[in-house]
């Protein structure tokens, strides 16, 4: 069980537990979720978690073994556009970290041949590059104790020094 001022992953979202509240309609307790992207935003999720969308943060030395790790992480191959959406929202939705990374190499390398190519950068990458960023920065940057920017950076020169 989870206790107040926790950090938690709601579905995709990282969220802090501001309390935990008793509804006295049917005697259930209560997670009270603030997303830490939006305050203005409130979710109650049962403390039983019957559903699994609740789930701890990644650990720091998780964290850092996932960062050493990403050089090894493949971006998806051969993928046909018309089947591309279709897997980043497996990826993003029902995926792992080392998923979230995919979608990032991914997303990442399209753009960057699309404008080697004098094309236009893909709206579709481009949503899913974000989102899939937004969601694995935010995770890491708790267990990192980083803002979001500096975990970003954080990983980006990790990253180029491991590739060297």
């Known amino acids: 069980m989870f206790k107040k001022d926790d950090y938690v992953v709601y579905k995709r979202d ?8 008793n509804n006295k309609l049917n005697g259930n307790d209560y997670y009270i979720l603030v ?3 939006d305050d203005s935003l409130i979710i109650d999720v049962p403390t039983d ?3 699994g969308y609740l789930k701890s943060i990644i650990t720091k030395e998780e ?11 493949t971006p998806l191959e051969n993928i046909d556009d018309k089947y591309l959406e279709r897997k980043y929202k497996d990826l993003l939705y ?6 979230l990374i ?11 041949n699309r404008v080697k190519n004098n094309k236009k950068i893909s709206e579709k990458d481009t949503n899913y590059f974000s989102s899939a960023e937004k969601y694995l920065y935010n995770e890491l940057s708790i267990s990192l104790n980083m803002s979001f920017d500096e ?14």
């Open 35 to 37: 997303p830490i992207d």
């Open 151 to 164: 975990t970003k950076n954080y990983i980006i020169n990790k990253v180029q020094k491991l590739i060297k």
């Open 49 to 51: 978690n019957k559903l």
């Open 63 to 73: 964290a850092t073994k996932l960062i050493n790790n990403i050089p090894n992480i």
């Open 14 to 21: 990282v969220c802090k537990i501001r309390e935990i509240r």
């Open 94 to 99: 029902n995926g792992t970290h080392e998923d």
């Open 102 to 112: 995919k979608i990032i190499k991914t997303a990442y390398l399209r753009n960057e």
